[in-house]
C-alpha cells in the first residue's frame, strides 16, 4: 500500500498540512491582536462608541482565532519527537532554549492578560483593561520574534560548534539570535500577518457595505470605519512589504543562492544577465524550464541591480542539493502576485478616498472582499517557498531532512497524517466556521461583548434543576 511512499515523505507531508494549518492564525491574531489595541486606544481617547463596538465586535473572532493558533501550536511541537527525533538531538541544545524563551516571554504575558482582556471590560478599570490589550498584542509580537529567530537559524546557522555527539552546541546567543537572516525574515513576516489581518478586516468590512446598499436598513456605520483602517494599511503597508520582500531576496541570494535559482526558474547559470521569467513549467528531471516566458537581463537587474551581473543557476550545484523547483517557482510567483494585487486594491482605495467614494464604489467592496482571504493564501505560500527552497536541509547545508528523520515506518506516519486530517478539518473547521457566521453579523451600536455568567460546574455530574442531592445521601434527615 505504501509502495513507492517513504516515511520522510509521509513525515515531510505532515509537518506541510500541520504547520500550514497553524500558521493561518497566527498571521491573522498577531495582526488582529495590534489593531484590537489601536481600536480600545481611539475609544479612549476620541469617546466615539463605534471604536468600542468594533472592539467588541473583532474581539469574539480574535478569542476563537487565538485558540486556535495555541492548539494547533501545540500539536505541532509533538511532531519533534515522534518524526523528527533526530533533528530535535542534534539541533535541541540550540533550538530547546530558542523554544523556552518564547514560552517564558511571550506565553507568559500573554496568558497573564488575556483573561482580562477577554473577560474584564466593566470588571476592572480602563487603564487596566487596556494595558492587558497592549501586554497580549506585545506578546504576539514577542512570540512572533522568538519563532522566527529559530527558523532563521535554520536558514542561516551562525554562532555555534560541534560537540563529540554532532550536536549543534551554542557558543554564542547573540550570534545565534541575531543571525543573517532574522532581521528580513521577521519584517517580511510580521507586515504579512499585518496585511493578512487587514484584508480580512477589509473584506468583512466590504460585505456589510454591499449588504447595506442592497438592505437599507443594515447598520454601516461600524463597516465604514473598519473598510477605511483596512485600506489605509493596503495603500500604506503594501508598498513597505515590496521593499522588505526585495530585501530579503538580496539576503537569500547571499546566504541561500541555490533557493533564489529555485524560485526564479534557473536552472542554468547566466555569466552575462539572467532573464526574468514570468512563467514556464519546471522540468526537474531534465533539469530546463520549459515554456518559458522571459524578460531579458530583468532577473539579474532586479537582483543584483546590474542588467550584465552574472547569476548563478542549479547547474552550479550538486543536483542532490536541489529544492524542489515547481513548488518553489509557483508558490513564490503567487505570493508576489498577491502582494501587488494588495498594492492595487490599496491605490484604487485611495483613488476613491480622494474622489470621496471610498463608502460608494461597489466595484472597489467587490474586489475587497474577493482579496479578504488573499492574505492567507500569500503567507501560506511564502511559508512555503521558504521552507521547501530549503530543502534537502533542515539546517542549511549542514543537516539533511533524511538525517533528522526519527526511525520511524511508513504507516505509522500515514496512520497519524489520516488522524491530522480528519481532526483538523472537524475541529478546525467547526472553529473557522462560527468565525465566518460572526462576521456574517455587522457590528451593532451597543454590541455585546463576550457572555460572562456565573461560575459553571465544568466537571462531575451537575445535579438537575431543582434536584436536592442531600434528599439522597441523608433520607431520613
Not at 53 to 66: P, R, T
Not at 102 to 121: D, I
Not at 386 to 397: A, D, I, K, L, N
Request: net charge neutral; proline share 7%; charged share 10%.
Amino acid at each position: 500500500m505504501f509502495e513507492g511512499i517513504t516515511a520522510l515523505d509521509l513525515a515531510r507531508a505532515q509537518f506541510a498540512f500541520t504547520i500550514s494549518f497553524h500558521f493561518i492564525f497566527p498571521a491573522f491574531s498577531i495582526g488582529l491582536a495590534s489593531f484590537l489595541a489601536v481600536l480600545e486606544g481611539l475609544w479612549l481617547w476620541t469617546g466615539r462608541e463605534v471604536y468600542l463596538n468594533l472592539f467588541k465586535y473583532w474581539l469574539k473572532i480574535f478569542s476563537i482565532a487565538f485558540a486556535m493558533g495555541v492548539v494547533s501550536g501545540i500539536v505541532m511541537s509533538y511532531q519533534f519527537g515522534t518524526n523528527w527525533a533526530q533533528f530535535s538531538d542534534k539541533a535541541g541544545p540550540v533550538v530547546g532554549p530558542l523554544m523556552a524563551y518564547e514560552v517564558l516571554t511571550a506565553f507568559f504575558l500573554e496568558a497573564g492578560f488575556l483573561g482580562v482582556m477577554l473577560f474584564g471590560m466593566g470588571r476592572v478599570g480602563k487603564a487596566l483593561h487596556y494595558t492587558a490589550t497592549l501586554m497580549v498584542a506585545l506578546g504576539t509580537a514577542i512570540s512572533a520574534f522568538w519563532i522566527i529567530v529559530v527558523n532563521s537559524w535554520m536558514h542561516t546557522p551562525q554562532g555555534f560548534a560541534f560537540n563529540a555527539a554532532g550536536q549543534f552546541v551554542p557558543v554564542d546567543w547573540w550570534v545565534v539570535i541575531f543571525n543573517p537572516s532574522m532581521p528580513y525574515r521577521l519584517v517580511h513576516t510580521v507586515l504579512g500577518a499585518y496585511l493578512t489581518t487587514a484584508l480580512v478586516v477589509g473584506g468583512v468590512g466590504a460585505w456589510h457595505l454591499l449588504k447595506g446598499r442592497r438592505e437599507p436598513g443594515h447598520s454601516t456605520e461600524g463597516a465604514k470605519v473598519m473598510f477605511s483602517m483596512a485600506m489605509w494599511m493596503a495603500a500604506l503597508v503594501a508598498p513597505l512589504q515590496i521593499v522588505a520582500g526585495d530585501e530579503h531576496g538580496l539576503n537569500t541570494l547571499q546566504h541561500q543562492p541555490a533557493k533564489i535559482a529555485a524560485m526564479e526558474g534557473n536552472y542554468k547559470s547566466y555569466p552575462n544577465g539572467a532573464p526574468l521569467t514570468l512563467f514556464g513549467i519546471p522540468d526537474q528531471k531534465a533539469g530546463v524550464m520549459r515554456d518559458a516566458v522571459e524578460i531579458p537581463k530583468l532577473g539579474s537587474l532586479i537582483l543584483k541591480h546590474d542588467p550584465n551581473a552574472p547569476l548563478l543557476g542549479l547547474d552550479a550545484f550538486p543536483r542532490k542539493n536541489w529544492p524542489p523547483v515547481h513548488i518553489v517557482f509557483w508558490t513564490f510567483r503567487i505570493m508576489v502576485a498577491i502582494g501587488f494585487a494588495i498594492l492595487g486594491l490599496g491605490l484604487f482605495s485611495l483613488l476613491a478616498r480622494f474622489r470621496g467614494k471610498l463608502f460608494d464604489w461597489p466595484w472597489l467592496h467587490r474586489a475587497a472582499l474577493v482579496m479578504g482571504p488573499a492574505g492567507f493564501v500569500a503567507v501560506i505560500c511564502g511559508w512555503a517557498t521558504t521552507e521547501s527552497g530549503r530543502q534537502p536541509f533542515t539546517v542549511y547545508g549542514l543537516l539533511r531532512t533524511a538525517d533528522s528523520l526519527s526511525p520511524v515506518g511508513a504507516p505509522a506516519v500515514a496512520a497519524s497524517l489520516t488522524a491530522f486530517v480528519l481532526v483538523y478539518f472537524v475541529v478546525f473547521g467547526i472553529g473557522t466556521w462560527f468565525i465566518v457566521k460572526l462576521m456574517g453579523h455587522a457590528p451593532q451600536p451597543g454590541e455585546p461583548g463576550i457572555p460572562v455568567g456565573g461560575p459553571t460546574r465544568t466537571a462531575g455530574i451537575t445535579p438537575a434543576a431543582g434536584h436536592d442531592p442531600d434528599a439522597i445521601l441523608h433520607p431520613a434527615e
